[in-house]
Structures are given as structure tokens and as C-alpha cells.
């Protein structure tokens, strides 16, 4: 299927490492809120405290996107959306819009001579 031209080519998202790396995040601020709490040491507790509820916001919204599904996250082997589907339908007032822009960048690769789809 053809790219709308409007998407990066390559751009994918690391929802995987960024799960392991806020369920890292977790950890290590909670250990640093618990050591700063016994240790007498309030600001750093309640600054620590602060970076837990960052890291767990954070780990939700994760797994929120995780959990939607390729459809949302799509990989390589996942087509682009066709135009008046998906998530963003496009709008009759809109429609007009993009075919002048269309026509305009086809004109465009003509006169460059960017053939290529």
C-alpha cells in the first residue's frame, strides 16, 4: 500500500523499553524515597516521592499504549490508514483542502522529478 506522504517511513515507537525502563524508574525512586525517609532527610524523601508519581504516570500511559494494540502502534508490517479512516477521518470541509495539496505536490515532483511513490 502506498504512504500518504505525511508519516515518517521509519519512525517506531519503544514502548517495550520504555515499560522496563519506568518499571527501572519505579524501583529505584521508591528505594530512594524509603533510604531518604529513614535517613531523616525530608527534601530529598519528598523530591524522590515527587520523581515516583512522574515514573508511575508515566508507566501507566505505557501501558495504556501497549495495551491498544498494533492498530494504534503499528509496525512496519502495518499499513498507514486510508484516508477517511482510523483515528483522524477526514472532514468534507477538508476534503478540497487536500486535493489542491495533492495536486500542489505532484506538480512539484514533476518539476523536480521526484517520481517516485
Known amino acids: 500500500m502506498r504512504r500518504t506522504g505525511s508519516e ?24 530512594g524515597t524509603a533510604a531518604f525517609a529513614v535517613a531523616g532527610r525530608p527534601g530529598w524523601a519528598a523530591a524522590c516521592g515527587v520523581l515516583v508519581l512522574i515514573v508511575a504516570i508515566d508507566l501507566t500511559v505505557v501501558l495504556r499504549r501497549i495495551r491498544q494494540g498494533p492498530r494504534f502502534q503499528p509496525g512496519r508490517d502495518v499499513p498507514p490508514y486510508p484516508p477517511g479512516h482510523g483515528p483522524n477521518p477526514v472532514l468534507p470541509e477538508d476534503r478540497e483542502r487536500i486535493r489542491d495539496l495533492e495536486r500542489h505536490r505532484m506538480r512539484r515532483r514533476h518539476r523536480t522529478g521526484h517520481h517516485t511513490v
Not at 8 to 31: D, E, I, Q, Y
Open 8 to 31: 515518517p517511513v521509519t519512525a517506531r515507537s519503544a514502548l517495550r523499553m520504555r515499560f522496563w525502563l519506568s518499571l527501572w524508574g519505579l524501583v529505584w525512586t521508591g528505594l
